[in-house]
């Protein structure tokens, strides 16, 4: 009997009490096999911008999901990077997963704030349903044991490792739906490049004084809103480069 006590209270406390606040730091990176070949610069100055760009987009973010068992923040931690590659005094920085969203697993609805030539939006939108498949792979991270699930569609494959005895459903950027928190994701898209999304935890503590956000001081709008004013911008840029007129400031 004591045994069985014993075992049960070792179960008890290994796993976190789903009212708990968790604090998660993520290394979140890009890899791309693009050679960026058809970059729009001078000849003299094209293998500086390549390099530049390729350095940029496989550089290393870290990011903080605070979450419950409910809602998660997660939020780009901002580290100054003079390695940062630059061109003419211009630095590069592109990562993975914007850099603050919320997102809330009962109402599904998801908070992104994006910041795009010199303006703030917030992305108001719904969670995905992810089609997870758990497979019987395990592994270990951070000192939980963790569990292999996959989600194929045609634009990408996700690898995700969760922790079962982390009773929250919830991931990096906007992954979740799992029985467990997830701890590492591999997203590999289906395109030429072989674009490739890592996330994974690094550290993970209780903290009791961390606060959940929603992101705030920008236009809510929709995705299909967004694409739509990128596109619009992304146009005339291309007009004004036509038309001679410099765009560089």
């Known amino acids: 009997m004591k045994y069985y006590l014993a075992l049960f209270a070792l179960i008890l406390f290994s796993v976190i009490n789903a009212q708990e606040i968790l604090k998660i730091t993520y290394s979140s990176q890009m890899k791309i096999e693009d050679d960026f070949s058809d970059l729009d610069v001078p000849t003299a100055q094209k293998e500086a911008y390549k390099k ?6 496989e550089e290393v973010h870290y990011f903080d999901l605070v979450t419950t ?23 590069i920085s592109v990562s993975a997963g914007g850099t603050f969203n919320y997102k809330n697993i009962i109402t599904k609805e998801v908070l992104e704030l994006r910041k795009s030539f010199n303006e703030n939006y917030i ?13 019987r792979e395990k592994d270990q991270i951070l000192g939980y ?31 979740w739906g799992l029985p467990g928190l997830i701890l590492k994701v591999d997203v590999a898209l289906n395109n030429e490049e072989n ?3 890592y996330f994974q935890a690094q550290e993970l503590k209780v903290d009791s004084e961390a606060k ?22 992304s146009t005339k840029f291309k007009e ?7 765009t560089s400031d």
């Open 195 to 197: 674009t490739r999304f």
């Open 240 to 246: 004004m480069r036509e038309s001679g007129v410099d």
């Open 52 to 57: 530049m760009l390729k350095d940029a987009m």
């Open 145 to 175: 044991e963790v569990r292999k699930a996959m989600h194929t569609d045609s634009m990408r494959t996700i690898t995700a490792w969760y922790a079962p005895k982390i009773a929250m459903k919830t991931g990096p950027a906007d992954y």
């Open 69 to 91: 068992s409910t809602e998660s923040t997660y939020k780009k931690v901002e580290k100054i990077n003079n390695d940062l590659p630059q061109e003419n005094g211009m630095k």
């Open 123 to 135: 992305i108001k939108d719904t969670l995905e349903d992810f089609d997870w498949k758990i497979t």
């Open 212 to 233: 959940i956000e929603k992101p705030t001081g920008g236009k809510v709008i929709s995705e299909k809103e967004y694409m739509a004013i990128m596109q619009e911008i």
